[in-house]
């Protein structure tokens, strides 16, 4: 039987920066903070994804922020969801536009529906519904802006929250000197290792513009569930100077703390690694949520980094397989 054409949306990459969309679909107008990541990222992805988009914005720091006094910046169709319903209310979106194309009842290109969710609703509160947006294999691009805590409520913990982190949760005192004893999950893995439906991963940071844009555009022309990780670094939360905010993402990737990859069809892809890691050290010595760290917090910090940077190595030492040539 033939497949029904939605008439879903194809992008190209963009060559360069200075070829990115001059349309604005993430306006002035919000209340972010000074050098706020999570709103650079915004910014990026909506311009990457065009005016035909319905954002899910589940509650956070860019629904609070974004949607004070009945006033948005969505140049597009937005709705809030639950922190909890993030997945479930993109799919519903989705089936729902489905079904209007198959009955006439909607005739133009289908619109992209993104999730636009925190750390919080994307791996912790929000993972049960994420997961089974993608066990169903919607279309829905799953995109969670990291940045490392539950910063909207004060600036507790989150699964993703770094070791040695202090946060109103993990205070660094005489107990606990080190503050958040835990590591953080990997939100790609979990998707990666637990969704067979999913073919398209990748992760980028807001000191990587193009990138990211180009893997928004890649995301959106999976006509399956795609899932996105974004470094988005917190003045606020991380405690440091507004000014330093692509800084920090672009230090984060030249001391391990992140990776930049893509995973497609069960291949990865990486990109800017450094010849030579810093120390994460470099990193954590402009953010006042470390300056409680000792010596041995530190080298326990960079012992788990040297783990993933040597998964990381491994990986890009295995030739990446090229499609054979038919005859």
């Known amino acids: 039987m033939q497949a029904f054409d939605y008439k879903f949306q194809k992008f190209e990459p963009l060559k360069s920066f200075k070829k990115a969309p001059e349309l604005e679909v993430y306006v002035p107008g919000h209340r972010t903070c000074a050098g706020c990541g999570p709103a650079l990222n915004y910014r990026l992805v909506a311009k990457a994804a065009g005016k035909e988009t319905i954002f899910i914005g589940p509650t956070g720091c860019m629904y609070v922020a974004n949607s004070s006094y009945l006033c948005t910046p969505y140049a597009c169709s937005w709705i809030h969801a639950q922190i909890t319903n993030g997945g479930a209310v993109a799919?519903?979106?989705?089936?729902?536009?489905?079904?209007?194309?198959?009955?006439?009842?909607?005739?133009?290109?289908?619109?992209?529906?993104?999730?636009?969710?925190?750390?919080?609703?994307?791996?912790?509160?929000?993972?049960?519904?994420?997961?089974?947006?993608?066990?169903?294999?919607?279309?829905?691009?799953?995109?969670?802006?990291?940045?490392?805590?539950?910063?909207?409520?004060?600036?507790?913990?989150?699964?993703?929250?770094?070791?040695?982190?202090?946060?109103?949760?993990?205070?660094?005192?005489?107990?606990?000197?080190?503050?958040?004893?835990?590591?953080?999950?990997?939100?790609?893995?979990?998707?990666?290792?637990?969704?067979?439906?999913?073919?398209?991963?990748?992760?980028?940071?807001?000191?990587?513009?193009?990138?990211?844009?180009?893997?928004?555009?890649?995301?959106?022309?999976?006509?399956?569930?795609?899932?996105?990780?974004?470094?988005?670094?917190?003045?606020?939360?991380?405690?440091?100077?507004?000014?330093?905010?692509?800084?920090?993402?672009?230090?984060?990737?030249?001391?391990?703390?992140?990776?930049?990859?893509?995973?497609?069809?069960?291949?990865?892809?990486?990109t800017n690694v450094p010849k030579k890691y810093k120390p994460v050290s470099e990193y954590m010595k402009h953010q006042g949520r470390f300056a409680h760290l000792k010596p041995e917090h530190i080298a326990k910090m960079q012992a788990f980094i040297d783990e993933r940077v040597k998964a990381v190595k491994e990986r890009v030492a295995i030739p990446i397989p090229t499609p054979k040539q038919t005859a």
Request: one cysteine or more; glycine letters at 10%.
């Open 91 to 270: 799919s519903g979106i989705e089936a729902a536009f489905k079904v209007l194309a198959r009955k006439g009842k909607h005739t133009g290109a289908f619109p992209n529906v993104i999730v636009m969710a925190g750390d919080g609703g994307t791996v912790d509160i929000g993972l049960q519904a994420m997961s089974a947006m993608m066990y169903r294999n919607h279309k829905v691009l799953f995109l969670c802006y990291d940045n490392e805590s539950y910063a909207n409520t004060g600036i507790q913990t989150s699964p993703t929250t770094p070791y040695g982190a202090a946060t109103t949760f993990t205070p660094p005192g005489k107990e606990i000197p080190e503050g958040k004893v835990l590591f953080p999950k990997d939100p790609p893995q979990l998707v990666i290792g637990g969704h067979p439906a999913v073919k398209y991963v990748a992760t980028t940071t807001v000191a990587h513009p193009l990138d990211l844009m180009n893997k928004v555009r890649k995301a959106l022309t999976y006509e399956g569930p795609t899932f996105l990780h974004m470094l988005a670094p917190c003045p606020k939360g991380w405690l440091f100077d507004e000014k330093l905010t692509r800084e920090m993402a672009r230090l984060a990737v030249e001391t391990g703390m992140w990776s930049m990859y893509e995973w497609e069809d069960g291949v990865y892809k990486y």
